[in-house]
């Protein structure tokens, strides 16, 4: 787009430049121009004409994962193959487009991973006792630092996180005391 302060766009030009433009520095002129209409009977003009300025920043596709209704768990609860909600992972999408597939994939990992669990410590110090745990994200089975795709997030922006997998006697012959562990949540934009 070419603006001008003089009134006369022929001797006086400034480019602003438009979502995916550069400028040649050599020219000061767009190295690839928007088209507004082409050429032929089919030409169309097009919905928008996305302008960029220090007002008007691009609109860039923007995940925010967020870690809601967090709570304490009773550890019988989860012995064996019993499950119980620890959390809900939740995904809000900034700039989305309606009906679009949207994924990611999302990771968990902890400093407390041993053999493949994850390990609740007393009073979180992984020098002091641990007790095994299986974290489950949407029905399955958490590997740790492994990936798990999460798809259609527009339709389906929370997921239930829960804890299973811990031995009785583990826990119930661990020293009293608070246990806890602290789990990185890492996620990914899928193409």
Excluded: C
């Amino acid at each position: 787009m070419a603006v001008s302060s003089e009134g006369n766009i022929w001797d006086d030009t400034d480019y602003i430049l438009l979502v995916g433009q550069t400028i040649d520095p050599n020219t000061n002129e767009p190295t690839t121009p928007v088209p507004i209409v082409g050429g032929g009977s089919t030409s169309t003009l097009p919905d928008t004409v996305p302008y960029v300025d220090d007002y008007h920043p691009p609109q860039v596709l923007q995940y925010l994962l967020s870690i809601i209704k967090e709570q304490m768990i009773d550890l019988p609860d989860a012995y064996g193959a019993k499950k119980t909600k620890v959390a809900k992972a939740k995904i809000e999408i900034i700039n989305a487009t309606t009906g679009t597939n949207y994924k990611v994939d999302i990771k968990f990992e902890s400093n407390s991973v041993n053999q493949g669990k994850f390990h609740l410590h007393l009073d979180g110090d992984l020098n002091q006792y641990g007790i095994p745990y299986y974290l489950y994200f949407k029905q399955d089975l958490v590997v740790p630092g492994a990936n798990n795709r999460w798809n259609h997030i527009l339709e389906h922006p929370e997921k239930v996180i829960k804890v299973t997998g811990v031995i009785q006697d583990d826990a119930e012959q661990a020293p009293a005391g608070s246990y806890q562990d602290t789990i990185t949540v890492t996620i990914t934009a899928v193409d």
